[in-house]
């Protein structure tokens, strides 16, 4: 059984009452699908102009390989490290407000003085 206030959405599309997370669901969608897109016309280009299938396929590999490859192994090493704990004195915070001052981006700049990874 789920605890929801009353009145809040239920159901398996419930999440989208949240306008702003509706919207980045759909740009991030529209992106997703921008960003396939380009790499199949890229390919395509590649095997078109130079009529090679290996050169579209050492394309196709050579673009993925990195991430079927390291990504597991990136993807555990990023999580042993919390990056909140680089922070120092010489952090930067950028807060990006409106006229209104409601919150619209932020940024942490972290200055290359010290290695990362002490």
Do not use: K
């Amino acid at each position: 059984m789920t605890n929801t206030p009353s009145g809040a959405p239920r159901g398996a599309f419930a999440v989208f009452a949240n306008g702003p997370f509706r919207w980045f669901t759909i740009a991030g969608t529209l992106w997703m699908m921008a960003d396939n897109i380009e790499h199949v016309i890229s390919y395509w280009v590649v095997f078109e102009e130079f009529d090679s299938p290996v050169l579209g396929g050492y394309a196709v590999i050579s673009h993925w390989a990195p991430f079927l490859l390291g990504g597991v192994y990136f993807g555990a090493l990023a999580d042993r490290f919390e990056v909140d704990q680089f922070d120092d004195g010489a952090a930067v915070y950028l807060i990006v407000t409106d006229d209104e001052s409601r919150h619209l981006a932020s940024a942490r700049l972290l200055m290359p003085r010290r290695t990362c990874m002490e």
